[in-house]
């Protein structure tokens, strides 16, 4: 379990994330500013926050971003232009380069997951957007990382290429037992991954729910107003 209690003040926007988070998938939703990139910074070691973080009831605070459980996935690839398919899934082992054999077997294991094989040898500028994206998740997949962080890494792609890669990271999520938080500004993107969805309102969790709130006819109060809607007879 991810257990979150974090504060984080920033001019004037004073943040107080409380929520325990289960394995699987999770979605943050939530309008732009209400601070779901926040929590993603927080939770990598991007930003620093005060207050309690465990993971499994390890405590991450302290941790630098390089030393904790967790993969990132932000909403460029950062891949690297000059190195090959093959080396940018291998660089999330060694910034060498410098594989040992068990290694080197886990980054092909890592391109066959994400259907990869046979652009092992071609640069980033070679690939369409939906391929480097699998490139970026093949790395995250290679470093074997229990938490998977995603903030909005898809949004650039079209809406079919961007169902293909939530199916792939929900797939992954499910099959290594992960515990996968995606922020996003769609609604359907949660139905389609399935889980849990959390709403985030100035820096708060205002609701932690099944994702099934979306989609019955009585929904969580708090995301009928995020949804827009209004409730019949109010």
Not at 140 to 147: C, E
Not at 154 to 174: G, W, Y
Request: hydrophobic share 45%; aromatic share 8%.
């Amino acid at each position: 379990m991810l257990s979150i209690n974090l504060l984080y003040d920033w001019e004037r926007f004073h943040a107080h994330y409380c929520v325990n988070i289960e394995p699987g998938m999770t979605t943050l939703l939530g309008a732009s500013g209400e601070g779901k990139s926040t929590l993603l910074h927080l939770l990598g070691g991007f930003l620093e926050g005060r207050g309690g973080l465990f993971f499994n009831e390890k405590s991450l605070l302290s941790l630098p971003a390089y030393e904790r459980p967790i993969s990132t996935l932000f909403q460029s690839d950062n891949l690297f232009p000059q190195l090959t398919v093959w080396q940018n899934v291998a660089i999330g082992l060694s910034p060498s380069l410098s594989l040992s054999s068990e290694q080197k077997i886990r980054v092909q294991w890592a391109l066959e997951k994400t259907q990869l094989v046979d652009k092992a040898k071609r640069f980033p500028q070679a690939l369409s957007g939906g391929q480097a994206q699998r490139v970026a998740i093949a790395r995250a997949l290679v470093r074997k990382k229990p938490i998977l962080l995603l903030d909005e890494p898809f949004s650039a792609l079209d809406p079919s290429l961007r169902e293909e890669m939530l199916h792939l990271v929900n797939e992954v999520t499910m099959e290594f037992g992960l515990t996968t938080l995606l922020v996003s500004h769609l609604p359907y993107e949660a139905s389609l991954v399935g889980g849990r969805v959390i709403l985030i309102e100035q820096g708060r969790i205002a609701a932690h729910e099944p994702v099934s709130v979306l989609s019955q006819l009585d929904p969580h109060p708090l995301f009928l107003n995020y949804l827009g809607l209004s409730r019949v007879g109010a």
